[in-house]
């Protein structure tokens, strides 16, 4: 089992940046495929970034460019940096994982096992 809490979030203007963490306690992130979605009222999850456990990266073109993916498995911890941020960029944002075997990154939020509480991010212009 494995408890993920985000933080972060919070108010910023058209161009700021922000930094999002999520914490996991229970299991080692080396073992994990993790990830970052995004929701707004009414709409589906939404899929941000993802890392493999190899380290393999992979973005929504919505935000590739502005948003940079990373973890750190000493502090099993995944960041979320977004820079140049939109007002489009305003939701929910939640991190996920699940365990895997390979190298490889899911954006389907069917795939992950396990997910945070969400912390929101506002964007004004």
């Known amino acids: 089992q494995v408890q993920l809490v985000e933080s972060g979030g919070g108010l910023v203007q058209v161009g700021g940046s922000l930094r999002l963490s999520c914490a996991a306690s229970?299991?080692?992130?080396?073992?994990?495929?993790t990830g970052w979605f995004r929701q707004t009222p009414g709409k589906e999850r939404e899929f941000v970034a993802a890392?493999?456990?190899?380290?393999?990266?992979s973005y929504a073109g919505s935000v590739q460019g502005r948003f940079t993916i990373s973890k750190d498995n000493a502090k099993n911890t995944i960041y979320l940096q977004m820079d140049n941020l939109k007002p489009e960029d305003t939701a929910v944002y939640y991190c996920?994982?699940?365990?895997?075997?390979?190298?490889?990154?899911?954006?389907?939020?069917?795939?992950?096992?396990?997910w945070g509480q969400g912390t929101q991010v506002t964007v004004s212009s």
């Open positions: 229970g299991r080692t992130f080396s073992s994990y495929a």
């Open positions: 996920a994982a699940t365990l895997t075997s390979s190298g490889v990154v899911f954006s389907t939020a069917g795939m992950y096992a396990y």
């Open positions: 890392i493999g456990r190899s380290g393999t990266k």
